[in-house]
């Protein structure tokens, strides 16, 4: 909490999915704790032991893409030996009464982002940031055409063992599923309410709000104000097709949601021309997270249209996103009991010190 902060505590809603809530409490920061350990990045280039380093690739499932090529490739994707889901089993599923099952169908993927061990994603080039995310869109269209049956292809990274990390080689993964997420599906039933009703996506409204609303609230006995909301206070980073926005209701205390400026609703359609302005609007968001809570774990996913009957007037209403997850507090009790997150900074304060990064 920056010294000039006022102490906040208030639950805010979502505006995408209105039922989840999160408390925004900063004297809880002020609180007697333990420093949060940051992790050591190994920034080798090369490990002798680690399956993912060139040299290695017969430690790892065969290829199933490289990027440029398997001799000199830059980005790899093999098979995940430790799926969640699989196709090696194909059954129908179970009911017996209340309880139901479907079989775990499906596809799981790791893709090696970068041939260097210990590279960040701040530290990539924005040619290779570039072609990295054409491979993810690449791989989904695959994975949607080759199975009618799956409905969700989830894009995710996990950087660090509080994270999900099990390997420290850079890497991100692409799960191929028979259902929509549960988070996806509530965002994709909000924005179309939202639509029905405004005849506008809610994120398109969002960012218009963040590029262009201000207000100050007064109190009404004293007259003195209780908030001001300022025209770019959650805007963390901007360029010409895309923008990085700092949730006003974010879980997590430096979670940031890049999305693109002008309306699209599936992540497979993201031309190329557009690819590199999310590349540098990534890598420089990356950078200043970096900056300030250096050495954070983090998960970062893609939120995108699904396919098939359940999103089929999606086009109008959902516009797809990449959330940016930094883990730098535990789960407490009362989140895990209520389901409620708790941010002990505001969002407006952790916005204001990622703008304040001066970057090359």
Partial sequence: MSDSEETVREIRINPIVPSESVLVATARGMRPRDAEERMERNAEAHVDRCPFCTGNEDKTPPTILAVPGEKDWQIRIVENLYPVLGDDRIDSGINFGLQQAIEGYGRHEVIIDHNNHGIAIHDMEVTHLQTLFQTYRARMKQLYESDERIRYVLVFKNFGAAAGASIKHTHSQIIAMPVVPENVYNEIMHSRNYYQKHHQCIFCAMIDEALTFEATIYDRNSGEIRRRIDVGQYVVERGEKFIAIKPFASRYEWEVHILPLNHQSDFINCPDED???????????????????????????????????????????YHWHLEICPRTSIPTGFELGSGLFVSTISPEDAAEQLRAVTLD
């Fill in 275 to 317: 690819m590199e302005d999310f590349a540098n609007v990534l890598k420089r968001t990356m950078k200043r997270l970096d900056h300030v809570i250096g050495g954070a774990q983090y998960n970062f996913f893609l939120h995108s249209q699904p396919h098939g009957e359940t999103c089929a007037d999606c086009p109008p209403s």
